[in-house]
Every structure is written in C-alpha cells, then in structure tokens.
C-alpha cells in the first residue's frame, strides 16, 4: 500500500484530525518497549527505523554483515520476510524461493549469509543461532519479543520523520523519545538535512551518531552512460532512487512509481514495456524491484529487459562503526 502523502509535509488538518488515534497507538507502542523478550544464545544486533517506510535497513544491514564477515564471524540475518506468504521459519534459497515466498529483502540479503525469514523472532533466532555466531535483525525494532543486544536506527536524512506524529497521523512508530532511549547508536543515511530533529534529540540522550551514503554501484553507471532510462521503482521513496540516479548523472528521460514491495501486473509491465519500446529508452529500476519481478510470471519479460542499478552504504567512518559492532562477538551469555 502507497503511505499517505500527508505523513511527510507539515502537519496539517489531517494530522489533527487523527492525532487523538495517534495518541492512543502511541501509548500502545509505549508500553511495547518495556516488556522482557527472549534471550538468544547468541549476540542479536537490530539494524531498525523510527518510521514505516524505507531507511534503508537492508543495505545498512549489508554492510554490517560485511563488517562481522571480514572479522571470520558467521553473521546470519533474520527478518520477517514482508511481503511473502510463508510464516517461517525457513531458511532462505534463492535458487528456489521467490518474493512471493519470502519477500523481496530476504533474497537480497541471501545473497550476502545466511538467511531466515520467521514471523516469530524467538522461533527464527533459536533457527539462526544453530548455523551463526551473530544474529543480524533487519527491522524487528519495535517488536519486544526478541532482545536486543545492540541497536542501529537508521534514519533517512531525506525524508526524517516526516510530519513527526505517530500512525496514523504520521510515519512514527513509535513516540521518538521512547524509541531513542531504547536505541544504541543512529545512523544518519544521505546529505541532505530532513534527520535534523532527530538527529538534535539524539545528542541530547547521549546517543552516537553515524553517518553514511548509499553509492550506486560504478561498473553499473558506466554502462548507462550511453543510454536514456525509463526508471521505475516500486519502494517506500521512488523520488530517493531517481534522485540518486540524477545525483550520479543518469539521463532519465522519465519515470514511473509505484508502492513499496509492489507486485507488477501484467498489464503494469506491458505498459513499462511499451514506453520504453516507443521512445527508445532503458528500463532501469532497484535491486528490490528486479527480484520482484523475476518471480512474476506477468511480469518475466520486463524482468528479462530491465537491470538494476545496485547500491551500498557506505560508512562515513567505518572503523568507528566496527568498533560499535565487533565487541559483541566477545559476548556470551
């Protein structure tokens, strides 16, 4: 489903009509926090958000699982699997699931260590915990069944925290104080200042921040430069992914957006095609987006012309975040 368009300007009539709602998820979410979860055998680290939406978690989560594996450690991610309709827990195969099976992020993360995808993080991480030595959670921030070790929250600096009120006034999970003192460190993701409040309230707890970008994979880039694109996207912020290819000099002729972890039509994909047919363009979309496709019978032929331009987060200082992380493989229950 496509958020409302409201959630990310200044708060307005909408946001006050909803705000009493607001109020009392709120409270709900509140309480959430307090509650004791499960121990894993294993150290957990929760790469999560303040917001529905896109952060970009699961490059961040990536990136950290490249950090564990230079360090001989045997990270394994565990995630809910959004999107696709087993419960778990199950591991991953991309040779054989597709994102209507086990969501699209998982696939991705596949591709990196092992993954499992269970709607119950207790039952997914007594999984993980028999083949790893670090449990990598991408979101799962917000839900206490699970404890935490150590906790990122990944923030957009393009987006924040949008009007900054809770569902369904606003993108907030949660009250942005209660889920910062329950937070270890934040990461700022991009250039741009819209993380500024929360980046503010952040330093007055005492929380670290972290910076880092997202960079469109090089070898990639060359091989567009000869081409005009029609870019498509079906995330939480298809501006953030056309902005990203304007910023690194793609000539992108036009532009279609579409949900987060959208599932194309045939009819959609048809049009995708036909468009860049008539005007001569490339289709070019996310990572997320192609693997979605490739698992749509509809949709195989725009599978089969588009490519993906991939992505990864990059930390500003990587040793500071190294430092953050590694220790927990020092720890033991």
């Known amino acids: 489903m496509r958020e409302p368009a409201f959630w990310w300007r200044t708060p307005g009539i909408a946001a006050a009509l909803l705000a009493?709602?607001?109020?009392?998820?709120?409270?709900?979410?509140?309480?959430?926090?307090?509650?004791k979860g499960r121990r894993a055998r294993v150290p957990v680290l929760c790469v999560g958000n303040l917001t529905v939406g896109g952060s970009g978690k699961t490059p961040t989560a990536i990136a950290i699982a490249?950090?564990?594996?230079a360090a001989g450690a045997r990270p394994v991610f565990l995630t809910r699997g959004y999107g696709g309709r087993l419960a778990g827990p199950i591991h991953v195969d991309p040779r054989f699931h597709r994102a209507a099976d086990v969501g699209d992020e998982p696939l991705l993360l596949a591709r990196v260590a092992t993954t499992i995808v269970a709607r119950d993080r207790v039952a997914g991480a007594a999984l993980a915990e028999l083949v790893g030595n670090v449990i990598i959670m991408d979101d799962g921030f917000q839900n206490p069944s699970l404890t935490k070790d150590l906790t990122l929250l990944v923030v957009d600096c393009r987006r924040g925290i949008g009007n900054g009120h809770m569902i369904p006034a606003g993108p907030l999970r949660a009250p942005l104080a209660v889920q910062?003192?329950?937070?270890?460190?934040v990461l700022a993701v991009g250039e741009t200042n819209g993380a500024g409040n929360v980046i503010a309230r952040a330093n007055e707890r005492g929380v670290?921040?972290?910076?880092?970008?997202?960079?469109?994979?090089?070898t990639a880039l060359v091989a567009l430069e000869d081409h005009k694109v029609l870019a498509f996207a079906g995330i939480a912020d298809p501006g953030k992914f056309f902005a990203t290819l304007a910023s690194a000099g793609v000539a992108t002729a036009a532009t279609a957006s579409f949900p987060d972890h959208h599932r194309y039509t045939a009819e959609e994909a048809k049009d995708l095609l036909v468009r860049a047919e008539r005007d001569a363009l490339h289709l070019l979309t996310t990572e997320k987006d192609l693997v979605r496709l490739q698992g749509e019978d509809g949709a195989a032929g725009l599978a089969a012309r588009a490519t993906a331009l991939p992505v990864t987060l990059v930390f500003e200082k990587e040793d500071a975040v190294?430092?953050?992380?590694?220790?927990?493989?020092?720890?033991?229950d």
């Open 20 to 35: 009493p709602v607001a109020a009392g998820y709120g409270a709900i979410a509140a309480r959430a926090f307090k509650r």
């Open 66 to 69: 490249g950090l564990f594996l």
């Open 180 to 185: 910062l003192d329950h937070a270890d460190a």
């Open 208 to 218: 670290p921040i972290f910076r880092g970008r997202l960079e469109p994979d090089s």
């Open 322 to 332: 190294r430092g953050l992380v590694l220790p927990l493989l020092e720890r033991r």
